[in-house]
């Protein structure tokens, strides 16, 4: 994998609760400076990322239902329209574990529909975070049936603040369901280039990592 191939799989993320202006300013720089795909945000940081950013190829991603998932399906699609109003290039939610547990597959399509379809509205990229940490081999099995089935841009393991991150056979299974017909996302826990190389030998083409400079450096180095 050569460094400019991989930095534009990564999406240079920054989401803690005492982000300042400052953060985004530095985190936006370093975006244009390596050439990354994307800065991932959270919502109400997109307008002012996506001025930032303005004039570059750099994308701005809205995290939507972040962390947890647990807004209706509504809040969710308006959080959604919002972030695109406001600039969003790609969209990354959480889906309602709740419902994933109580077996209602029917609301998590209905979720996921809502929100990939305002996504293609705009065309915009979605991405489905599932939180693969809380979830087991069935239940990530079901959301990737699921996903296979609606078509977003990404399945996504993680969002970095469950209890672990993305896994090599979680997304080995998710691969095995949706095949070509739906890219992988891995997120939370990717610090090295040997992380991101056995990811993407499992069927990664996207990283969500605070990590991508190091990681760079590292390629680099070798």
């Known amino acids: 994998m050569e460094i400019k191939e991989f930095a534009q799989m990564v999406d240079h993320a920054y989401l803690q609760a005492y982000a300042t202006d400052e953060d985004m300013k530095r985190i936006c720089d370093e975006a244009k400076e390596y050439n990354f795909k994307m800065v991932a945000v959270n919502s109400c940081q997109t307008k002012r990322c996506k001025e930032y950013l303005k004039g570059t190829d750099v994308h701005v991603g809205a995290a939507i239902g972040f962390p947890l998932g647990q807004t209706t399906i509504e809040v969710k699609t308006f959080e959604t329209k919002d972030a695109i109003e406001n600039g969003a290039d790609e969209i990354d939610y959480v889906i309602n574990i709740t419902e994933l547990k109580a077996k209602n597959y029917d609301y998590l399509k209905k979720e996921m529909e809502s929100i990939v379809g305002e996504c293609r509205k705009h065309n915009v990229v979605s991405k489905v975070i599932i939180e693969t940490c809380y979830l087991t081999k069935d ?3 079901k959301m990737a049936e699921i996903a296979k089935e609606v078509k977003p841009d990404f399945v996504k393991t993680s969002t970095g ?24 996302k891995a ?3 990717i610090r090295t280039l040997d992380d991101v190389m056995k990811l993407y030998e499992a069927g990664c083409t996207r990283f969500g990592t605070s990590a991508g400079i190091k990681i760079i450096e590292e390629m680099k180095n070798r």
């Open 139 to 141: 239940e990530i099995k």
């Open 161 to 184: 603040f469950g209890s672990d991150g993305a896994k090599v056979e979680d997304v080995e299974l998710i691969r095995s369901v949706v095949g070509d017909e739906v890219a992988i």
């Open 187 to 189: 997120s939370s826990g």
